[in-house]
């Protein structure tokens, strides 16, 4: 089946640094791919929509100078969180769109912890 | 505003059971319909998924079943296990490869031995 890899798993940092998660499509295409932040025992929540070649599209309320989408190749998008701070410590998780099937697989996440 | 709505929120289901969670929506541009598995700590897994031409799709024990004048989807899983003890989400989108998924609220399933 088609895999999506994230990288790194988990990651603690101290408040005020940076922290780079990568997202990779393994075996397939993905010109789109999402990133979406889930809370404890909550929903997905979209935080933007990853286009390979373009700026991505943020979601209301998500800002975008916080947290940088570079979608530079079909099989990887990374996502920066600039300046952390304790309230962005989240479940982190991507999603790519397989460019044949349509289908919408996901990582396995990574989990931020901000000090 | 939860473009798709899903129930219940929990369900307990006896090993050898049929789970059942239920899922509509509004929005008719919607046309492609998928169900995630998810375990604590790890990224949903895509489980199944239904486009509205058909109105039920099995895969193994998990089957989806789609009225679409109703605009309600379900997930039906049979002869449950402890294993598929999960959170399970519906979700939903329009045809077109920009679109994300609408999801659900979630359903936490727990399966007794």
């Known amino acids: 089946g088609a895999v999506v890899s994230q990288h790194p798993s988990w990651v603690i940092c101290k408040s005020g640094t940076s922290v780079k998660i990568e997202c990779r499509s393994l075996d397939f295409q993905a010109t789109t791919m999402f990133w979406y932040r889930q809370f404890p025992k909550q929903s997905l929540m979209l935080m933007a929509t990853?286009?390979?070649?373009?700026?991505?599209?943020?979601e209301q309320g998500v800002e975008k100078d916080k947290f940088l989408i570079n979608h530079a190749s079909l099989t990887l998008s990374t996502l920066t969180v600039t300046s952390a701070h304790p309230e962005d410590s989240s479940f982190y998780i991507c999603?790519?769109?397989?460019?044949?099937?349509?289908?919408?697989?996901f990582g396995p996440g990574t989990r931020l912890t901000v000090t | 505003q939860q473009q798709v709505k899903q129930s219940p929120q929990s369900l307990i289901v006896q090993k050898g059971g049929i789970s059942i969670i239920n899922c509509a929506y509004e929005n008719t541009a919607f046309d492609y319909f998928p169900w995630y598995q998810q375990f604590p700590g790890k990224g949903p897994a895509l489980l199944i998924a239904?486009?509205?031409?058909?109105s039920e799709k099995k895969e193994g024990r998990f089957t989806i079943s789609f009225n679409k004048s109703a605009k309600q989807f379900s997930l039906h899983i049979m002869d449950s296990q402890p294993g598929d003890s999960a959170t399970y989400f519906c979700?939903?989108?329009?045809?077109?490869?920009?679109?994300?998924?609408?999801f659900g609220k979630g359903t936490s399933l727990l399966v007794t031995p």
């Open positions: 979700a939903a989108s329009p045809k077109g490869a920009g679109y994300a998924l609408n």
């Open positions: 999603s790519a769109r397989d460019d044949n099937s349509y289908e919408q697989y």
């Open positions: 239904i486009r509205p031409d058909v």
């Open positions: 990853s286009n390979e070649g373009s700026k991505a599209t943020y």
